[in-house]
């Protein structure tokens, strides 16, 4: 068995085992109230936490250049290097 095997099964088990004490938790205990807020809580968060990230990330990104800006680096690079393949044909034409 390899390391990928290992971790899997060794995830595979931690979840079946979180699946049984949460469920515990919820159905079988007096705290049944609390677990259900902190988890409500947690999902709550993390979805607002993860638009918070994605709104400071696009708050803080500069923009993209704009296309013809992209497009004239193009025509120059494309315009160069049309420069230098003359440059060598008529080289090869002399020798």
């Known amino acids: 068995m390899n390391k ?7 995830l595979l ?3 079946v085992a979180a699946i049984v004490i949460y469920g515990w938790l919820v159905f079988f205990t ?5 677990v259900l807020q902190i ?4 999902a709550v968060a993390g979805v ?13 990104t500069p923009p993209p ?3 013809e800006e ?3 680096e193009l025509e120059e690079e ?3 290097l049309e420069e230098e393949e003359k440059k060598t044909s008529s080289k090869a034409e002399k020798e």
């Open 39 to 42: 988890t409500g809580f947690v």
């Open 48 to 60: 607002f936490g993860i638009l918070a990230w994605i709104g400071y990330t696009l708050a803080t």
């Open 4 to 10: 990928d095997q290992a971790l899997g099964i060794g």
């Open 30 to 34: 007096e705290y049944t109230m609390l």
């Open 70 to 72: 992209i497009e004239k």
């Open 13 to 15: 088990i931690a979840s």
């Open 65 to 67: 250049k704009p296309i």
């Open 78 to 80: 494309l315009k160069k």
